[in-house]
Protein backbone atom coordinates (compact mmCIF):
# COMPACT_ATOMS: atom_id res chain seq x y z
CA UNK A 1 0.00 0.00 0.00
CA UNK A 2 3.11 2.16 -0.44
CA UNK A 3 1.26 4.08 -3.33
CA UNK A 4 -1.95 4.77 -1.94
CA UNK A 5 -2.61 8.16 -2.06
CA UNK A 6 -5.39 10.47 -0.34
CA UNK A 7 -5.26 12.53 -3.85
CA UNK A 8 -3.42 11.93 -6.97
CA UNK A 9 -3.78 15.24 -9.35
CA UNK A 10 -3.84 15.14 -13.27
CA UNK A 11 -1.52 17.56 -14.33
CA UNK A 12 0.80 20.16 -12.61
CA UNK A 13 -0.41 23.59 -13.94
CA UNK A 14 -2.09 26.68 -11.78
CA UNK A 15 -5.15 24.47 -11.06
CA UNK A 16 -2.87 21.15 -10.21
CA UNK A 17 0.05 22.93 -8.52
CA UNK A 18 -2.00 24.81 -6.38
CA UNK A 19 -4.20 21.64 -5.26
CA UNK A 20 -1.53 19.62 -4.84
CA UNK A 21 0.54 22.38 -1.95
CA UNK A 22 -2.85 22.81 -0.27
CA UNK A 23 -3.34 19.02 0.15
CA UNK A 24 0.10 18.70 1.46
CA UNK A 25 -1.02 21.46 3.55
CA UNK A 26 -3.78 19.96 5.04
CA UNK A 27 -2.05 16.57 5.95
CA UNK A 28 -3.03 14.77 2.77
CA UNK A 29 -0.97 12.53 1.29
CA UNK A 30 -0.67 13.78 -2.55
CA UNK A 31 0.93 12.87 -5.78
CA UNK A 32 0.60 15.38 -8.76
CA UNK A 33 1.43 13.37 -12.55
CA UNK A 34 2.87 15.65 -15.46
CA UNK A 35 3.47 14.54 -18.45
CA UNK A 36 5.15 17.37 -19.90
CA UNK A 37 8.59 16.30 -21.53
CA UNK A 38 10.57 18.92 -20.51
CA UNK A 39 9.79 17.55 -16.96
CA UNK A 40 8.91 20.56 -15.27
CA UNK A 41 6.10 21.85 -13.49
CA UNK A 42 3.41 24.63 -13.70
CA UNK A 43 2.24 23.86 -16.96
CA UNK A 44 0.92 25.89 -20.20
CA UNK A 45 0.95 28.85 -18.07
CA UNK A 46 4.79 28.92 -16.17
CA UNK A 47 6.20 27.16 -19.54
CA UNK A 48 4.86 28.25 -22.96
CA UNK A 49 2.24 30.89 -21.61
CA UNK A 50 1.81 33.30 -18.94
CA UNK A 51 5.71 33.76 -17.79
CA UNK A 52 7.26 33.55 -20.46
CA UNK A 53 5.05 35.80 -22.61
CA UNK A 54 5.05 38.74 -19.90
CA UNK A 55 8.90 38.36 -19.85
CA UNK A 56 9.01 39.43 -23.57
CA UNK A 57 6.19 42.18 -23.15
CA UNK A 58 8.20 43.48 -20.38
CA UNK A 59 11.36 43.50 -22.63
CA UNK A 60 9.51 44.72 -25.20
CA UNK A 61 7.95 47.62 -23.70
CA UNK A 62 11.53 48.70 -22.53
CA UNK A 63 12.81 48.62 -25.81
CA UNK A 64 10.04 50.42 -27.35
CA UNK A 65 9.76 52.87 -24.29
CA UNK A 66 13.90 53.72 -24.71
CA UNK A 67 13.14 54.40 -29.04
CA UNK A 68 10.35 56.34 -28.33
CA UNK A 69 10.26 58.25 -25.28
CA UNK A 70 13.33 58.63 -23.56
CA UNK A 71 14.16 61.65 -25.41
CA UNK A 72 11.19 63.50 -23.87
CA UNK A 73 11.92 62.60 -20.76
CA UNK A 74 15.78 64.13 -21.16
CA UNK A 75 17.08 60.72 -21.46
CA UNK A 76 19.63 60.52 -24.64
CA UNK A 77 20.26 57.19 -25.96
CA UNK A 78 22.57 56.14 -28.96
CA UNK A 79 22.94 52.64 -30.61
CA UNK A 80 19.80 51.16 -29.51
CA UNK A 81 19.27 47.89 -30.87
CA UNK A 82 17.38 44.17 -30.22
CA UNK A 83 19.71 41.43 -28.97
CA UNK A 84 16.52 39.31 -29.62
CA UNK A 85 19.06 35.60 -27.98
CA UNK A 86 19.65 37.39 -25.05
CA UNK A 87 16.20 38.79 -24.60
CA UNK A 88 15.21 35.19 -25.14
CA UNK A 89 17.54 33.76 -22.93
CA UNK A 90 16.27 36.33 -19.84
CA UNK A 91 13.06 34.77 -20.60
CA UNK A 92 13.92 30.92 -20.11
CA UNK A 93 15.71 32.02 -17.20
CA UNK A 94 12.84 33.51 -15.29
CA UNK A 95 10.71 30.09 -16.23
CA UNK A 96 13.91 28.19 -15.00
CA UNK A 97 13.61 29.75 -11.58
CA UNK A 98 9.86 28.96 -10.96
CA UNK A 99 9.45 25.86 -12.12
CA UNK A 100 12.09 25.50 -9.60
CA UNK A 101 10.29 26.75 -7.08
CA UNK A 102 7.36 25.03 -7.34
CA UNK A 103 9.90 21.86 -6.76
CA UNK A 104 10.68 23.39 -3.87
CA UNK A 105 7.31 23.95 -2.64
CA UNK A 106 6.42 20.28 -3.39
CA UNK A 107 9.40 19.02 -1.39
CA UNK A 108 8.09 21.14 1.56
CA UNK A 109 5.03 20.24 1.15
CA UNK A 110 5.34 16.28 0.83
CA UNK A 111 4.39 16.35 -2.54
CA UNK A 112 5.25 13.03 -4.29
CA UNK A 113 5.97 13.89 -8.40
CA UNK A 114 5.28 11.49 -11.12
CA UNK A 115 6.68 12.29 -14.61
CA UNK A 116 4.70 10.45 -17.46
CA UNK A 117 0.80 10.56 -18.92
CA UNK A 118 -2.01 9.94 -16.35
CA UNK A 119 -4.82 7.53 -17.03
CA UNK A 120 -7.95 7.10 -15.00
CA UNK A 121 -8.24 2.91 -14.92
CA UNK A 122 -11.03 2.82 -12.40
CA UNK A 123 -12.18 5.37 -10.22
CA UNK A 124 -9.50 4.56 -7.37
CA UNK A 125 -6.71 3.99 -9.13
CA UNK A 126 -4.27 6.55 -12.31
CA UNK A 127 -1.76 4.73 -14.27
CA UNK A 128 1.45 6.43 -15.30
CA UNK A 129 3.27 5.72 -17.91
CA UNK A 130 6.96 7.99 -18.85
CA UNK A 131 8.15 8.61 -21.75
CA UNK A 132 10.57 5.38 -21.73
CA UNK A 133 7.41 3.32 -21.61
CA UNK A 134 7.49 2.09 -17.67
CA UNK A 135 4.06 1.82 -16.32
CA UNK A 136 3.08 2.09 -12.68
CA UNK A 137 -0.34 1.62 -11.48
CA UNK A 138 -1.04 4.31 -8.44
CA UNK A 139 -4.02 3.64 -5.73
CA UNK A 140 -5.95 6.67 -4.35
CA UNK A 141 -9.10 7.87 -2.25
CA UNK A 142 -9.68 11.01 -4.45
CA UNK A 143 -8.52 11.67 -8.28
CA UNK A 144 -8.64 15.88 -9.44
CA UNK A 145 -8.12 15.80 -12.81
CA UNK A 146 -6.04 19.56 -13.88
CA UNK A 147 -5.08 18.68 -17.28
CA UNK A 148 -5.98 22.43 -18.82
CA UNK A 149 -6.19 22.97 -22.18
CA UNK A 150 -4.34 22.73 -25.92
CA UNK A 151 -4.22 25.46 -28.73
CA UNK A 152 -7.75 25.29 -30.87
CA UNK A 153 -6.21 24.47 -34.06
CA UNK A 154 -7.37 26.31 -37.42
CA UNK A 155 -8.83 23.81 -39.87
CA UNK A 156 -6.59 22.87 -42.66
CA UNK A 157 -3.96 24.96 -41.56
CA UNK A 158 -0.85 22.40 -39.70
CA UNK A 159 1.29 24.54 -37.05
CA UNK A 160 4.94 24.09 -37.73
CA UNK A 161 6.43 26.14 -34.96
CA UNK A 162 8.74 27.94 -37.30
CA UNK A 163 6.87 30.09 -39.24
CA UNK A 164 3.26 28.82 -38.96
CA UNK A 165 3.09 28.83 -35.46
CA UNK A 166 0.62 28.55 -32.03
CA UNK A 167 1.09 30.95 -28.82
CA UNK A 168 3.98 28.65 -27.77
CA UNK A 169 6.54 28.95 -31.17
CA UNK A 170 5.49 33.02 -30.87
CA UNK A 171 7.60 32.73 -27.72
CA UNK A 172 11.07 31.83 -29.42
CA UNK A 173 10.79 33.23 -32.72
CA UNK A 174 14.62 33.03 -34.18
CA UNK A 175 14.50 36.66 -35.60
CA UNK A 176 12.00 39.52 -35.65
CA UNK A 177 9.61 38.77 -39.05
CA UNK A 178 9.22 41.58 -41.38
CA UNK A 179 5.30 40.88 -41.41
CA UNK A 180 3.55 39.27 -39.04
CA UNK A 181 -0.49 37.96 -39.22
CA UNK A 182 -2.25 37.19 -36.31
CA UNK A 183 -5.31 34.90 -36.32
CA UNK A 184 -7.71 36.13 -33.84
CA UNK A 185 -8.49 39.52 -31.68
CA UNK A 186 -8.16 37.51 -28.23
CA UNK A 187 -6.10 38.13 -25.34
CA UNK A 188 -3.30 35.73 -26.77
CA UNK A 189 -2.85 36.90 -29.86
CA UNK A 190 -3.17 41.15 -29.17
CA UNK A 191 -0.10 40.18 -26.56
CA UNK A 192 2.03 38.63 -28.52
CA UNK A 193 1.15 40.81 -31.60
CA UNK A 194 1.91 43.62 -29.62
CA UNK A 195 5.57 41.36 -28.69
CA UNK A 196 6.93 41.29 -32.06
CA UNK A 197 5.52 44.65 -33.16
CA UNK A 198 7.75 46.79 -30.25
CA UNK A 199 10.20 44.68 -31.57
CA UNK A 200 9.87 45.80 -35.26
CA UNK A 201 7.22 43.82 -37.21
CA UNK A 202 4.56 44.65 -39.10
CA UNK A 203 1.47 42.98 -37.10
CA UNK A 204 -1.77 42.90 -39.07
CA UNK A 205 -4.97 40.98 -36.66
CA UNK A 206 -7.46 39.05 -38.46
CA UNK A 207 -10.59 38.68 -36.82
CA UNK A 208 -13.70 36.69 -36.95
CA UNK A 209 -16.06 39.29 -35.23
CA UNK A 210 -16.54 42.92 -35.80
CA UNK A 211 -14.54 43.74 -32.49
CA UNK A 212 -11.56 43.07 -30.45
CA UNK A 213 -11.80 40.68 -26.97
CA UNK A 214 -15.11 39.24 -27.27
CA UNK A 215 -16.53 39.14 -23.73
CA UNK A 216 -14.93 42.53 -22.30
CA UNK A 217 -17.06 45.48 -22.04
CA UNK A 218 -17.84 47.01 -25.53
CA UNK A 219 -16.53 50.59 -24.62
CA UNK A 220 -13.32 49.07 -23.40
CA UNK A 221 -12.74 47.27 -26.45
CA UNK A 222 -13.90 49.92 -29.01
CA UNK A 223 -11.42 52.42 -26.91
CA UNK A 224 -8.77 49.81 -27.30
CA UNK A 225 -9.42 48.58 -30.95
CA UNK A 226 -8.42 52.68 -31.21
CA UNK A 227 -5.28 52.99 -29.43
CA UNK A 228 -3.43 49.76 -30.99
CA UNK A 229 -4.64 51.27 -34.75
CA UNK A 230 -2.47 54.17 -33.38
CA UNK A 231 0.40 52.03 -32.27
CA UNK A 232 0.72 51.01 -35.77
CA UNK A 233 -0.98 47.67 -35.62
CA UNK A 234 -3.43 46.56 -38.57
CA UNK A 235 -6.98 45.13 -38.50
CA UNK A 236 -9.15 42.94 -40.23
CA UNK A 237 -12.53 42.62 -38.28
CA UNK A 238 -15.45 40.51 -39.95
CA UNK A 239 -12.90 38.59 -41.56
CA UNK A 240 -11.68 34.72 -41.94
CA UNK A 241 -8.64 32.94 -42.65
CA UNK A 242 -9.34 30.55 -45.07
CA UNK A 243 -6.29 29.30 -46.15
CA UNK A 244 -2.32 29.31 -45.50
CA UNK A 245 0.33 28.27 -47.89
CA UNK A 246 4.42 27.84 -46.31
CA UNK A 247 6.40 29.24 -49.27
CA UNK A 248 9.91 28.65 -49.49
CA UNK A 249 10.39 32.69 -48.22
CA UNK A 250 7.05 33.18 -47.02
CA UNK A 251 3.67 32.98 -45.73
CA UNK A 252 0.85 33.11 -47.96
CA UNK A 253 -2.22 33.76 -46.41
CA UNK A 254 -5.97 33.99 -47.64
CA UNK A 255 -8.05 36.12 -46.33
CA UNK A 256 -12.16 36.61 -46.69
CA UNK A 257 -15.01 38.86 -44.98
CA UNK A 258 -16.68 36.45 -42.58
CA UNK A 259 -20.07 36.70 -44.38
CA UNK A 260 -18.20 35.38 -47.37
CA UNK A 261 -17.20 37.52 -50.55
CA UNK A 262 -13.85 38.05 -52.52
CA UNK A 263 -10.57 36.73 -51.02
CA UNK A 264 -7.43 38.47 -50.51
CA UNK A 265 -3.99 37.16 -50.35
CA UNK A 266 -1.39 38.86 -47.85
CA UNK A 267 2.37 37.89 -47.94
CA UNK A 268 4.19 37.53 -44.51
CA UNK A 269 7.49 36.18 -42.95
CA UNK A 270 4.95 34.37 -39.98
CA UNK A 271 1.38 33.78 -38.62
CA UNK A 272 0.33 33.03 -35.56
CA UNK A 273 -2.81 31.12 -34.88
CA UNK A 274 -4.71 32.42 -31.84
CA UNK A 275 -8.03 31.59 -32.04
CA UNK A 276 -8.75 30.31 -28.61
CA UNK A 277 -7.96 27.19 -26.40
CA UNK A 278 -9.77 23.74 -25.65
CA UNK A 279 -9.77 21.70 -22.88
CA UNK A 280 -7.60 18.76 -23.12
CA UNK A 281 -9.49 15.71 -21.89
CA UNK A 282 -8.33 13.46 -24.44
CA UNK A 283 -6.47 10.04 -23.72
CA UNK A 284 -7.43 10.08 -19.81
CA UNK A 285 -9.40 7.31 -19.59
CA UNK A 286 -12.84 9.09 -19.15
CA UNK A 287 -14.42 6.63 -21.09
CA UNK A 288 -13.49 3.94 -19.09
CA UNK A 289 -15.09 4.98 -15.69
CA UNK A 290 -17.78 7.05 -17.22
CA UNK A 291 -16.93 10.39 -16.61
CA UNK A 292 -19.34 12.35 -18.53
CA UNK A 293 -18.20 15.43 -21.08
CA UNK A 294 -19.51 18.07 -23.27
CA UNK A 295 -19.45 18.03 -27.06
CA UNK A 296 -16.69 20.21 -26.41
CA UNK A 297 -14.66 18.36 -24.35
CA UNK A 298 -15.52 20.33 -21.52
CA UNK A 299 -15.72 17.88 -18.01
CA UNK A 300 -19.25 18.49 -16.54
CA UNK A 301 -18.78 19.42 -12.78
CA UNK A 302 -21.33 20.27 -9.76
CA UNK A 303 -18.70 22.34 -7.69
CA UNK A 304 -15.74 20.37 -9.00
CA UNK A 305 -17.56 17.01 -8.42
CA UNK A 306 -17.92 14.70 -11.14
CA UNK A 307 -20.67 12.83 -12.47
CA UNK A 308 -18.01 9.89 -10.91
CA UNK A 309 -17.73 9.21 -6.50
CA UNK A 310 -14.09 10.55 -6.31
CA UNK A 311 -13.22 12.02 -8.67
CA UNK A 312 -12.40 15.48 -9.61
CA UNK A 313 -11.89 18.47 -11.82
CA UNK A 314 -10.77 22.17 -12.16
CA UNK A 315 -9.16 24.79 -14.36
CA UNK A 316 -9.57 25.18 -18.36
CA UNK A 317 -10.89 21.46 -18.50
CA UNK A 318 -14.20 22.16 -16.80
CA UNK A 319 -16.41 25.09 -17.66
CA UNK A 320 -15.85 28.92 -16.89
CA UNK A 321 -12.72 31.59 -17.46
CA UNK A 322 -9.60 29.96 -19.32
CA UNK A 323 -7.64 31.44 -16.81
CA UNK A 324 -5.14 31.05 -14.78
CA UNK A 325 -5.74 32.18 -11.45
CA UNK A 326 -9.31 31.06 -11.96
CA UNK A 327 -7.48 27.25 -11.94
CA UNK A 328 -5.61 27.73 -8.70
CA UNK A 329 -8.52 28.99 -7.02
CA UNK A 330 -10.80 25.80 -8.54
CA UNK A 331 -7.65 23.81 -7.05
CA UNK A 332 -7.57 25.11 -3.55
CA UNK A 333 -11.32 24.82 -3.08
CA UNK A 334 -11.19 21.89 -4.66
CA UNK A 335 -8.91 20.25 -2.18
CA UNK A 336 -10.81 21.84 1.02
CA UNK A 337 -14.08 20.10 0.10
CA UNK A 338 -12.14 17.12 -0.37
CA UNK A 339 -11.18 17.83 3.21
CA UNK A 340 -14.45 18.77 4.58
CA UNK A 341 -13.71 22.27 4.46
CA UNK A 342 -15.85 25.00 2.65
CA UNK A 343 -14.51 25.80 -0.58
CA UNK A 344 -15.49 28.10 -2.83
CA UNK A 345 -14.74 30.18 -5.83
CA UNK A 346 -17.24 33.70 -6.91
CA UNK A 347 -16.63 33.23 -10.83
CA UNK A 348 -18.49 37.39 -10.24
CA UNK A 349 -14.69 38.26 -8.96
CA UNK A 350 -12.51 36.88 -11.15
CA UNK A 351 -10.66 39.68 -13.04
CA UNK A 352 -9.35 39.39 -16.51
CA UNK A 353 -6.25 40.95 -17.64
CA UNK A 354 -4.36 42.02 -21.21
CA UNK A 355 -0.93 42.61 -20.31
CA UNK A 356 -0.53 45.00 -23.18
CA UNK A 357 0.45 48.28 -22.98
CA UNK A 358 -1.91 50.08 -22.09
CA UNK A 359 -2.67 46.82 -20.37
CA UNK A 360 -6.80 46.53 -20.13
CA UNK A 361 -8.42 44.73 -16.81
CA UNK A 362 -11.60 43.83 -15.66
CA UNK A 363 -13.95 42.16 -13.06
CA UNK A 364 -17.66 41.54 -12.96
CA UNK A 365 -20.32 42.00 -15.37
CA UNK A 366 -20.20 44.34 -18.47
CA UNK A 367 -22.76 47.06 -19.45
CA UNK A 368 -24.17 44.85 -22.24
CA UNK A 369 -24.61 41.70 -19.82
CA UNK A 370 -26.31 44.35 -17.66
CA UNK A 371 -28.69 45.33 -20.61
CA UNK A 372 -29.46 42.19 -21.51
CA UNK A 373 -30.23 41.11 -17.77
CA UNK A 374 -32.68 44.02 -17.44
CA UNK A 375 -30.55 45.14 -14.19
CA UNK A 376 -30.52 48.95 -13.79
CA UNK A 377 -27.53 50.37 -12.84
CA UNK A 378 -25.12 53.63 -12.66
CA UNK A 379 -21.79 54.67 -14.04
CA UNK A 380 -19.01 56.58 -13.15
CA UNK A 381 -15.79 57.26 -15.28
CA UNK A 382 -12.86 58.93 -15.14
CA UNK A 383 -9.86 59.20 -17.54
CA UNK A 384 -6.16 58.85 -17.19
CA UNK A 385 -5.54 62.31 -18.94
CA UNK A 386 -6.81 63.62 -15.86
CA UNK A 387 -4.73 61.67 -13.14
CA UNK A 388 -1.76 63.50 -11.94
CA UNK A 389 0.45 60.44 -11.88
CA UNK A 390 -0.44 58.96 -15.35
CA UNK A 391 0.42 63.25 -16.45
CA UNK A 392 3.80 63.26 -14.91
CA UNK A 393 4.68 59.60 -16.17
CA UNK A 394 3.37 60.75 -19.95
CA UNK A 395 0.98 57.14 -19.65
CA UNK A 396 -2.42 59.22 -20.13
CA UNK A 397 -4.34 56.77 -22.98
CA UNK A 398 -7.35 54.95 -21.27
CA UNK A 399 -9.70 55.36 -18.34
CA UNK A 400 -11.59 53.70 -16.07
CA UNK A 401 -15.56 52.73 -15.57
CA UNK A 402 -17.33 51.63 -12.42
CA UNK A 403 -21.13 49.93 -12.54
CA UNK A 404 -22.94 49.88 -9.54
CA UNK A 405 -26.10 48.63 -9.07
CA UNK A 406 -28.98 51.78 -9.22
CA UNK A 407 -30.72 51.34 -6.56
CA UNK A 408 -28.50 49.41 -4.11
CA UNK A 409 -25.29 50.76 -5.12
CA UNK A 410 -23.87 47.71 -4.97
CA UNK A 411 -20.34 47.51 -7.64
CA UNK A 412 -20.99 44.80 -10.43
CA UNK A 413 -18.26 45.44 -12.76
CA UNK A 414 -14.99 47.34 -12.76
CA UNK A 415 -13.51 48.13 -16.26
CA UNK A 416 -9.85 49.40 -17.26
CA UNK A 417 -7.93 50.64 -19.84
CA UNK A 418 -4.41 52.37 -18.74
CA UNK A 419 -0.72 51.64 -17.12
CA UNK A 420 -0.73 49.35 -14.55
CA UNK A 421 -4.17 48.55 -14.40
CA UNK A 422 -3.25 44.92 -13.77
CA UNK A 423 -1.88 45.72 -10.26
CA UNK A 424 -5.30 48.45 -9.72
CA UNK A 425 -7.51 45.76 -10.50
CA UNK A 426 -7.45 44.03 -7.18
CA UNK A 427 -8.89 46.83 -5.28
CA UNK A 428 -12.15 46.46 -7.34
CA UNK A 429 -11.80 42.57 -7.17
CA UNK A 430 -11.82 43.13 -3.18
CA UNK A 431 -14.98 45.14 -3.12
CA UNK A 432 -17.26 43.02 -5.36
CA UNK A 433 -15.96 39.72 -3.43
CA UNK A 434 -17.06 41.60 -0.14
CA UNK A 435 -20.63 42.68 -1.99
CA UNK A 436 -19.23 46.48 -1.26
CA UNK A 437 -20.68 49.63 -2.99
CA UNK A 438 -19.20 52.42 -5.34
CA UNK A 439 -19.52 54.66 -1.87
CA UNK A 440 -16.89 52.45 -0.29
CA UNK A 441 -14.12 53.11 -3.16
CA UNK A 442 -15.40 56.46 -3.08
CA UNK A 443 -15.09 57.20 0.64
CA UNK A 444 -11.78 55.24 1.00
CA UNK A 445 -8.42 57.65 0.89
CA UNK A 446 -6.10 56.95 -1.77
CA UNK A 447 -3.05 57.63 -1.88
CA UNK A 448 -1.71 60.54 -3.53
CA UNK A 449 -0.21 61.23 -6.91
CA UNK A 450 -1.23 57.41 -7.64
CA UNK A 451 -3.03 55.86 -10.64
CA UNK A 452 -5.38 54.35 -8.20
CA UNK A 453 -7.07 57.34 -7.66
CA UNK A 454 -8.70 57.31 -11.17
CA UNK A 455 -10.73 54.69 -9.59
CA UNK A 456 -11.33 56.49 -6.82
CA UNK A 457 -12.83 59.11 -9.25
CA UNK A 458 -14.40 56.79 -11.39
CA UNK A 459 -16.41 55.57 -8.16
CA UNK A 460 -17.37 59.24 -7.00
CA UNK A 461 -19.00 59.40 -10.62
CA UNK A 462 -21.58 57.25 -10.10
CA UNK A 463 -23.24 59.51 -8.01
CA UNK A 464 -22.16 62.60 -9.92
CA UNK A 465 -19.54 63.81 -7.89
CA UNK A 466 -16.11 63.30 -9.52
CA UNK A 467 -13.69 66.13 -7.94
CA UNK A 468 -10.73 66.17 -10.54
CA UNK A 469 -12.13 66.34 -13.94
Given at each position: ?A??F???I??????G??AA????Q?G???????K????T???????????P???L??A????E???T?F??L????TG???D???????????V?????????L?K???V????G?G?????????V?????????????H??????????????????????????????????P??????????????L??V?????????V???L??????M???ISK??????K????????????T????????????????????????D?????????????????G???????????G????????T????IW??G???H?????????D???????L???K??H?????????????????????TEEE???????????????????????N?ET???V???????T?????V???????S????????????????????????????????????????E??T???
Open positions: MDRDIIIGAGPGYNIRAGLLKVACIERETKLGGTCLNVGCISKALHSELYTAGKEKGIKTLKVLNAMLAQKDDADGLTKGIAFFKNKESFFAEIIASEKVRTSDNGDVKDLDTRIIIATGSEVTPLPGVTIDEDRIVSSTGALSLSSVKHLVVVGGGVIGLEGSWRRLGAEVTVEFDRLLPGDGENFHRILKQGMKFKLSSKVGVQSLKTKVKVSVEPAAGGDSEEIADAILVAIGRRPHTNGLLETVGVKTDKHFILTDHFRNVEGAVDCIGPMLAHKAEDGVACVEIAGPGVNYDAVPGVVYTAPEVASVGKLKQAGVAYKVGKFSFAANSRARTHDGFKVLADAEDRVLGHMIGASVEMIAEAVSVIEFGGASEDIARTCHAHPTRSEALRQAAMGVGWMQS
